[in-house]
């Protein structure tokens, strides 16, 4: 029996093999960026011609460091995978990250399965083949590329390297950072239900992004993703949706999809949330990841810019949210608190002129509204010090705080990083904000949370 | 009879009326932005207190300045608006923009309307009032906020300020660019009307984007339109589509939506672009602004990421873009050209270990199947040199190239950026990529330029 996955995410030691100093190959970028990325355990670089990299011995062999790396990073060409395999498995390493390919894609099924038995005779687990590696941020490990050293509460899996790169790239540039990224290659001894278990019962993953080709196992994944679904959000982006996707499907992975409606049937009846396309993707796994489900759909906007406040209005409407009316006591308080030209409907306009304060006072008294479900708040032009107002009064606040922010260049970055830092997710765009809201409702109905009386 | 609004894009001198030393203040950041944006002209400050402002003599009024400026920015309280208006007049200034607020938009009617007496009285042009002023950067004038100086070739017209700037940062942070950007506020003396005549004989602009809430005279819209889009593409995007946006539209602007059906039967009828949201928005302007539109949809994609492909197909198809095979000969030709892991159907895959000159030599053999209207380059990873590789045979090729890049990260920003700056917009997203397609191809059916054999 195999033992479990955890040593991908543990490790303490790791060994490069296929090291090498020249800067055009994967070998090299693969070790410059576990280095750059700060891994705590230690780093042991492999090429059987020796020599040194990047300050680092290079030994010829796995047998000869001091140690059993607990994992080692495979990129050499495909013939020689089984032997440095067979040699990490006799030594007790745990696990293999290969990234080399010129296997099953390539249509050398045989030397794949061969590939698996050796993993299997070693207990020795295997992600990829023909992958991008693996991140994992909470060990500092990033045996990938790009460096995606932020560090977040998303964890990405990926039957694509570059789907997954663009969302923890994504993230990085925002502030927001990921937990993990696996790129999951040719599954061919681990596939996408390893990682989805692990990342479901890992505290610190707070949301799981699922880039799928094709299912390995339908029951199993159904199964799985309805106990995923239970405990924390379960985000995927399927593609092979048409014919001619599903012809894309087979040539780049093999996977067989053809299941597109069985699929999105499955979304809905799993508590799954459904993805259509990678900004979606990369909207719902930041709402997901770190706002609570709301109680109910009614929403009440909070803007200082009437033009993005109509935008989000439109959008809320088409959703089938509801842009709920305040209470006239509420209501009135605010009037009174607010210069005569701010506007005191759905939304409330606070104007160009607003002021962090002028925001952190409406949203609180917002929030005494019981009746209100989501407070969405739109913030248009540079204003400092938003992300400290609205992080101040964020713990005080019963109801799902839904942040977006446009057009305020530099000090939209400042703020926006600050709200990040303070785990408030903030949307760059008001439709990306209310697919996430709408999705959040649904998720809400599917775990039965949603107030009684609507 | 009004003299035209030439004076906002062609002036040679400017007045900031208000301009302060407290960094808070709009008039401290507008003649910041003004003379960072690298201004050609004069630049005066006026403030009645006097003294001097960022190394610039502070004028107590217009008058005292040794010249007449060509246009002023007017940023002091509205009931010191009208008197610095006729001051102006009676000078000879051509054209004021007026940041202050607190006229029709606060429900001071007559001041607006008397704000209008004055400007007709002098045949001075207003911009605003309310509004978030101009950026022309072929004249290097940024008369607003934030600073947007990278220049392109889209020209904003927006009834948001905050809306103007998002789609100008966007532009700037991907060195992509604007011409202009028209904050249109109250629309007092001049409206969408007259800059979008201006721009569309304007030789530094290719696209019009328009955010709009309500029009001034749809009669003239339709005139004005129908006319626009036989020269240089038209994008808006509409707010008030809802009867929940249309009261957020009417709160912030006054604007009578309520025709939203009509509007994208205008839109269908006078080759309008209708774009539904501010990511497709800054998408569409992105691409109408820079290409060609195809003479068909027959779309062949060429990849490096099998996943991206895969969604980009998924995307063409659910679009009802036409994914073409190539002919049996080119087909042939390009087999014999790559790796045998390549995959040669639609997509492409080059697979992750393509090569600039491999993405060169395979779109350059695409291009010479005349069946293919629209070549469609999905890069995946970081790939140093393709944008120079790119740029290299745009001109050889007579087929719409559309390029999306994605999960490069630093490389991916400066290879973007080489090919922006050679006028080769590049997406971030399959979908953003595709919605433009599609977009494209019924201009082209608009225009009555595709091909004849479909």
Known sequence: MQSNINCFFSAKSVAVVGATTNPDKLGFL?????????????IYAVNQKGGSVMNLQCYKSLSEINEVPDIIVVIVPS????????????????????????????????????????????SIRIQGPNCQGLIYNPNKFCASWPLVSSTGHIAIIAQSGTVGAEIGIRAQEEDLGVSAIVSLGNKSETNE??????????????????????????RRFIELAREVTSKKPFVVLKSGRTPQ????????????????????????????????NITEFYDLLKGFAYLKPPKGKNVMVVTSSGGSGALAA???????????????????DIKAALPKHCIVKNPIDLTGDATPLRYKEIVSKVSE?????????????????????????????????????????EVQKQERSIMHRNNIPVFSSPEGAVHTINKLVEYSDYLGITRKEE
Chains 1, 2 share one sequence.
Not at 30 to 42: E, M, Q, S, Y
Not at 247 to 257: D, E, F, G, R, Y
């Open 30 to 42: 693969v070790l410059k960026n576990i280095i750059a990325g700060g891994f705590k355990g230690r």
């Open 79 to 122: 013939s020689s995978v089984l032997n440095v395999i067979e040699e990490a498995g006799k030594l007790g390493v745990k696990g293999a990250i290969i990234i080399s390919g010129g296997f099953g894609e390539s249509g050398n099924n045989e030397l794949e399965r061969e590939l698996v038995e050796l993993s299997r005779k070693y």
């Open 193 to 218: 239900l390893d990682f989805i278990k692990y990342f479901s019962e890992d505290d610190n993953t707070n949301a799981i992004g699922l880039y799928l080709e094709g299912v390995t196992d339908g």
């Open 245 to 276: 996707g599903k012809q894309a499907v087979q040539s780049h992975t093999k996977s067989l999809a053809g299941m597109s409606q069985v699929f999105n049937g499955m979304c809905r009846q799993y508590g799954i949330v459904n993805a259509k």
């Open 314 to 332: 439109d959008e809320l409407s088409e959703s089938g949210l509801n842009l709920i009316r305040l209470s006239p006591e509420i209501e009135k």
């Open 369 to 409: 509204d019981k009746n209100v479900d989501i407070i969405f708040v739109v913030f248009g032009d540079p204003f400092p010090g938003v992300g400290e107002a609205i992080s101040s009064i964020r713990d005080s606040i019963e109801q799902t705080l839904v942040v977006c922010y446009l057009g305020g260049g």
